[in-house]
């Protein structure tokens, strides 16, 4: 079974402070993704990446950065978290086979 | 990406089967029909893909009829657990290519 793995179910974080959500997948995938989840506005890409220090930013990069140092963990940086980052982050994983997209369990951000 | 068009909600009672149905009448040719399913506060589940053929897998099977418009995810033995919102998504499998899902069908299932 893939296995996609996030650091956190729920964090709750202060405007202002640096936040990290950390993604681990043990399918030896080589993209990663993060998005994160409204409602109304359903599933926005954040960003991904096709390999090892690779990244592409997505629709909505502004205010968030990345990491991927290994293949297997792919993080999400919040530079300087605000409130209007509160929502759902999800991160997903896919195999350059197939292309199937794996999704974690979520970690639900609230930012006061 | 193709649209594609699902009723909002649907009953099922327990232990029978669920289907549930999925139009997408301008898909294209080279565009696959993906079937994930959302439990409330969870993060999406995979749950099947296709081209043209019908799929089975642990989980569920997926008819894709032949004209390729429409298809039907079918969950055999539904159970309470089953109780979710199911997204039914077309596209090319490409590389970084997002995942858009639309308002999906939410399933309730009936004890």
């Known amino acids: 079974d893939v296995k996609v793995t996030q650091s956190s179910r729920y964090l709750v974080k202060r405007t202002g402070e640096k936040v990290f959500l950390e993604c681990v997948q043990d399918m030896d995938h080589e993209n990663m993704f993060w998005y994160r989840q409204d409602p109304g506005l359903g599933l926005r890409l954040i960003y991904f990446?096709?390999?090892?220090?690779?990244?592409e930013k997505g629709d909505i990069p502004e205010g968030y950065s990345v990491s991927r140092e290994k293949k297997e963990r792919f993080s999400l940086i919040l530079e300087s978290a605000s409130t209007n980052q509160t929502s759902m982050y999800l991160c997903?994983?896919?195999?350059?086979?197939?292309?199937?997209?794996?999704f974690g369990p979520g970690t639900r951000l609230t930012v006061l | 990406d193709a649209k594609t068009t699902q009723p909002p909600s649907m009953d099922c009672a327990e232990g029978r089967a669920a289907n549930l149905p999925c139009n997408h009448s301008t898909i294209s040719g080279n565009e696959y029909v993906y079937w994930y399913r959302q439990i409330h506060s969870q993060g999406p589940q995979y749950i099947i893909h296709?081209?043209?053929n019908n799929e089975t897998n642990e989980m569920a099977s997926l008819i894709i009829t032949e004209d390729r418009k429409s298809s039907t995810l079918i969950l055999p033995h539904a159970t309470l657990r089953d109780t979710a919102v199911y997204y039914c998504i077309v596209r090319v499998p490409r590389r970084g290519d997002k995942i858009i899902f639309g308002k999906g069908t939410r399933l309730h299932i009936l004890p």
């Open positions: 997903a994983s896919s195999s350059e086979r197939t292309d199937t997209q794996y």
């Open positions: 296709g081209l043209k």
């Open positions: 990446s096709y390999d090892v220090k690779m990244k």
